[in-house]
């Protein structure tokens, strides 16, 4: 019997110069897919995934940066603006694809299909919560999948399947681990 179930390894994507590039090109490693943006108060995280990105892409690890700029507009710039910006301030070594919406009617299918794959799942604790709550009213997602701000992260095991959503409020120590027990 045939396995049809998809996998994120059925999407393409547009890379930062506009080619399509197939993830297909990304198969049997461990992935962390995020949307981004160079304006947010959670910027400063590429200083953590640049650093969990050295620590382990020698052992199949990836991390798919799409800058997005649908949150209040903190991802302003072209495509190379953004990149030029993420290498300069934050040495940023992984591929980073072309600006995207991750909600809505012209949302990327990949996100839909994150989405679909990990349905959000507010963060326990007060502050978590606290900030989720302000997310989802300044993002208008609340009872929705949609991705609540820039920074969330989607993990992705060898085979293609999503395994866990990550919110932008979730220590990267937390994350690290989950990524850990996939390599």
Avoid at 124 to 139: A, H, I, P, Q, T
């Amino acid at each position: 019997m045939e396995n049809n179930k998809r996998s994120v390894y059925d999407f393409e994507v547009l890379n930062r110069k506009k080619e399509n590039v197939s993830l297909k090109n990304y198969e049997g490693k461990v992935l962390l897919i995020i949307n981004s943006a160079t304006g947010c108060g959670f910027t400063p995280q590429y200083d953590e995934l640049e650093a969990l990105y050295q620590e382990l892409n020698e052992k199949g690890f990836e991390i798919l940066d799409f800058p997005c700029n649908q949150f209040k507009e903190q991802a302003p710039g072209t495509d190379e603006e953004i990149h030029q910006f993420c290498q300069m301030k934050f040495n940023v070594k992984f591929p980073m694809f072309s600006k995207i919406e991750v909600n809505g009617e012209n949302a990327s299918p990949l996100f839909k299909y994150l989405e679909e794959e990990a349905p959000y799942v507010k963060p326990r604790g007060l502050k978590n919560g606290s900030v989720m709550n302000l997310l989802e009213k300044f993002s208008n997602t609340k009872g929705t999948n949609e991705i609540r701000w820039n920074f969330t992260k989607f993990l992705v095991d060898r085979n293609g399947n999503v395994v866990k959503r990550f919110e932008p409020v979730i220590k990267m120590k937390k994350i690290k681990e989950e990524i850990l027990k996939l390599l």
